[in-house]
């Protein structure tokens, strides 16, 4: 939870400094900061309160086993995989030994297990808003479902260019852990820099939570609860490598079984069927006249002797789970580095000022801000944004206060 006693930076009456992260990779993140849902209104919606799934928003996906991730599933188009019962969608896991079937190209596979996968492919698309999938996830050893979405031109030019956003994924034997992550060229789990966070959330597979993403041209805030606990900023500089992200994007659904991931500790038997609810789906854009907050963010480096690859914001939240951070800029004839975000009104932040770009590793180059104004494991900063743009006072590296 927030230290709300900690001092306040006496540069700015806006930023709050205290935090409870650092400098180490899938940061979790706690926070008492809400998320504002009337910057946003709604535009689609399916709350699964007909008797069969809408087909004209959905798609029922079937494949053989092993296709993707050497998962054991064949996914299926069954009414015992996929169905809807009292105003939830299940998708339902389910042992079935000797279960045969014929793939795309008409050659048969048998499988051991049976599951549902559906997307939103060719039907409803989008290019940012905010997505909200309230849903209680099965438990046991083996489940792996997923809430995630996959960009439109896959087909072109596959994966993970097209860019993939993984909103909810959880495993059954790390039971509670529930991560966001995002793959693309650039940041992906093949060379180990893909972009992801974690929370835990006890009752995840006991009742009902909301796994919610919040992204724009600038961002992804990935939420639980409206309680946001991940956060990938664009540092792109148009490199669509980095940030594959202004295109449209489907929906997918899916109860995986087993696995590169969610078969690491095997699959318990006792476990099937295995069910994934869910209650509603809704996606909302982004109201007119809602705007992001502009923060400029300044380190004076005048008693430092600066890396020649720079000074770096980076740590806490901010970083998206990677040590690199984003790049600063040194200011014309000055000591002052500073970089500026655009950044969700009503928001909190911890940071840390870095000295040289480290993409590949948590130690070296960090500051080490008095207690006056960090807190933590790790005496990150502690940024709440306002409603306004706003610039912080540069301060001296590792200092609370202006440099000498």
Not at 71 to 77: G, V
Not at 252 to 266: E, P, R
């Amino acid at each position: 939870m927030i230290d709300v006693n900690k001092k306040q930076l006496i540069f700015s009456l806006l930023i709050a400094i205290f935090g409870c992260s650092g400098e180490q990779k899938n940061q979790i993140t706690n926070s008492n900061e809400i998320s504002d849902l009337t910057r946003w209104s709604e535009v689609w919606s399916d709350e699964f309160d007909t008797p069969e799934l809408d087909l004209s928003s959905w798609n029922k996906l079937e494949w053989r086993p092993g296709w993707v991730n050497n998962e054991l599933q064949a996914y299926t188009d069954r009414d015992t995989n996929i169905f809807i019962e009292n105003g939830h969608l299940i998708l339902q896991a389910l042992i079935e030994p000797g279960y045969l079937d014929t793939d795309y190209t008409g050659a048969e596979y048998n499988a051991d297990y049976t599951s549902g996968r559906i997307n939103t492919d060719n039907k409803i698309s989008r290019t940012y808003g905010r997505f909200d999938v309230r849903a209680k996830l099965p438990k046991g050893n083996g489940s792996w479902p997923a809430i995630w979405m996959l960009g439109e031109s896959i087909s072109e030019i596959g994966w993970p260019a097209c860019g993939e956003i993984d909103i909810m994924e959880h495993v059954g034997y790390d039971n509670g852990m529930v991560h966001g992550s995002i793959h693309t060229d650039a940041y992906n789990h093949m060379n180990n820099t893909q972009k992801s966070g974690s929370r835990f959330v006890d009752t995840a597979t006991d009742s009902f939570h909301v796994y919610s993403l919040e992204w724009t041209p600038n961002y992804l805030r990935y939420l639980i609860d409206n309680s946001p606990y991940f956060f990938v900023y664009n540092d792109s500089d148009g490199d669509v490598s980095k940030w594959p992200f202004d295109q449209q994007h489907y929906l997918i659904l899916n109860l995986a079984v087993g696995g590169d991931w969610g078969g690491v500790q095997g699959i318990d038997p006792s476990a099937f069927p295995m069910r994934m609810l869910i209650d509603y789906v809704k996606i909302y854009k982004q109201k007119e006249g809602s705007t992001d907050v502009q923060v400029t963010f300044q380190v004076d480096m005048k008693n430092e002797n600066v890396s020649n690859t720079g000074v770096w914001l980076s740590g806490g939240n901010i970083s998206s789970g990677q040590p690199g951070g984003l790049q600063m800029q040194q200011q014309q004839n000055s000591d002052i580095w500073q970089t500026t975000l655009t950044l969700p009104p009503n928001s909190d932040f911890t940071f840390k000022y870095r000295n040289g770009y480290q993409p590949n590793s948590w130690s070296g180059g960090w500051e080490t801000p008095d207690a006056d104004c960090s807190t933590g494991q790790f005496n990150d900063r502690y940024l709440t944004v306002g409603l306004n743009d706003t610039s912080l006072t540069a301060v001296c590296f590792s200092e609370c206060v202006l440099c000498d």
